[in-house]
DNA sequence: TCACATTTAATTGTTCGCAATTGAATGTGC
DNA sequence: GCACATTCAATTGCGAACAATTAAATGTGA
């Protein structure tokens, strides 16, 4: 009884790799969600940097990075790319030097408003109802606390 | 009945983003495969194309790219620093003279059983059943497949 | 107070990821 | 057979992502 694959490769087979399903869906969404970004001049990891602003605003650098798990090393280039396209002001804080403080400005306000389409257009690429994606969601969302527990130990 | 914040607003919150769920799960992976992979001298990238290579060895550059999702533009310099670390041979095509053909080095051979502690690791660091895991994949692997195919319309 | 550690951003260097372009090889339609 | 389009890898340029280091501001203990 011939077989193309051995048994004990399983494991290292890319199509059992959950790692892999992640990563490659991470890229596939993010070509949905070029082309409706291109549209507000922002690349994808520019837009989650909005969402977080867009909530609350007037936030040191390390708080977006904490939300967003991304260091200075990534976010100061996005930030000043950012300020260059006149969405947000980045001063030192007064109290705490240390601290740069992002702020909107009111282009980066008025740029919430155009983001609002966003959402449903990539609702309507998934073509998956809202209640499976939340499902999905909050699983994906579970597995990557364990995984970054496992980091911080 | 003051709200921090308005339903309308709720489509744009990060937290209810599946996209970001997985951008930042793709980042956690990344973070615990990290040490595993260095032990290997690979990165994620790297490791991935190993996998595929594991497969099936001699194939062209183009069929790696169908397999990962990538385009040449990323494999070429990887393929490249890959081959500069003995792991993996790019010879033209005789048949097809467009065609680099990469096939994998006794050490790039050798490689995969060290890559086998790799798995079980990671299983161990998401700390959760096979079976959940491959459903979850499942599922990601479905949603991946229903947004590439609206890319590709 | 003063030495010392901690916190915070910024910087540097390496590796992805992709769009756009180039150039060579191949396939095709007439 | 020959113009033409197609295929494939390589290249260029830009924007992440992160490790490691630097430098300044702040906090802490003796």
């Not at 650098?61 to 990534?74: H, R």
């Not at 969405?87 to 240390?98: A, C, F, I, P, Y």
């Not at 403080?101 to 008025?110: C, D, R």
């Not at 959402?119 to 969601?137: F, H, N, T, W």
Request: with cysteine; hydrophobic share 45%; proline share 5%.
């Amino acid at each position: 009884m011939p077989r193309k694959h051995s048994a004990a490769d399983a494991p290292l087979r890319l199509d059992n790799q959950i790692c892999f399903a992640v990563y490659s869906a991470a890229h596939a969404f993010n070509r949905v969600y070029k082309p409706l970004l291109d549209r507000l001049g922002l690349t994808y990891p520019q837009y989650l940097v909005m969402l977080v602003l867009w909530e609350r605003d007037d936030v040191p650098v390390k708080d977006i990075g904490e939300k967003l798990f991304l260091d200075s090393g990534t976010l100061t280039p996005l930030l000043k790319r950012l300020e260059a396209a006149h969405l947000v002001r980045r001063t030192r804080s007064s109290e705490d030097e240390r601290q740069v403080l992002i702020a909107l400005t009111p282009q980066g306000h008025a740029l919430k408003e155009k983001a609002r389409a966003v959402p449903q257009s990539i609702l309507a690429a998934s073509d998956c109802s809202v209640s499976e994606l939340v499902a999905m969601k909050d699983e994906i969302v579970a597995l990557r606390d364990r995984l970054n527990a496992v980091i911080g130990e």
